[in-house]
């Protein structure tokens, strides 16, 4: 795994091979960088913008985000095994402003005073598991995006979700196993 595009550029990702965690392919996340620089439906400048990543994994969705020049990134994942993975690339590509780690549940995250708003919410949830749509509800309860915000979720190409009253899609991409789904409260 390597950073796509911006100032850390080809530089590799570690990644544990593990059953319980699915690393977003580089082809899945160079399309959607593309689709984020290049939609005319989604008006998100990358730069200094303050980008939340749920079941963040090892991070490479928000490494590349830092890569391309985001302001703040805050990644939550509950494993601590993958946690260190995260904070090993962290170390390994000099990445020490602006960025916090959570290892705690979705869950326990969002039901904390997060008062902070985000332009960009990225979530890779396990594809069994449907709770990120209450925690979907969480976020747009508490009103922690900004305006002008993007919601990335990836599913799995099968899945199914109804996202009335939580979502409005707005662009929805399949690349093999994964569906990407492009939305905004």
């Known amino acids: 795994m390597r950073i796509i595009s911006?100032?850390?550029?080809?530089?590799?990702?570690s990644?544990?091979?593990?059953?319980?965690t699915r690393p977003l392919k580089d082809s899945v996340k160079e399309s959607i960088f593309n689709i984020i620089t290049h939609s005319n439906l989604i008006n998100i400048n990358l730069k200094n913008s303050n980008i939340l990543d749920l079941y963040s994994g090892i991070g490479s969705f928000g490494l590349e985000c830092v890569s391309r020049g985001a302001e703040k990134i805050t990644f939550v994942e509950k494993d601590k095994n993958v946690v260190e993975i995260l904070k090993k690339n962290l170390l390994n590509l000099n990445i020490k402003k602006n960025v916090?780690?959570?290892?705690?549940?979705?869950?326990?995250?969002?039901?904390?005073?997060?008062s902070e708003k985000f332009e960009v919410i990225f979530l890779d949830p396990p594809f069994a598991n449907n709770n990120?749509?209450?925690?979907?509800?969480?976020?747009?309860q508490k009103k922690s995006y900004k305006k002008?915000?993007?919601?990335?979720?990836?599913?799995?190409?099968?899945?199914?979700?109804?996202?009335?009253?939580?979502?409005k899609p707005i662009i929805i991409k399949q690349y093999g196993r994964s569906k990407i789904i492009f939305g905004k409260f």
Do not use: A, P, Q
């Open 148 to 167: 002008n915000h993007i919601v990335i979720i990836h599913r799995e190409r099968k899945s199914t979700e109804d996202f009335k009253n939580v979502l």
């Open 100 to 114: 916090n780690v959570v290892v705690d549940e979705i869950e326990n995250f969002l039901k904390s005073n997060l």
């Open 15 to 20: 990644f544990l091979k593990s059953l319980t």
């Open 6 to 13: 911006g100032k850390l550029k080809g530089k590799t990702i």
């Open 132 to 140: 990120y749509l209450n925690e979907l509800k969480m976020i747009k």
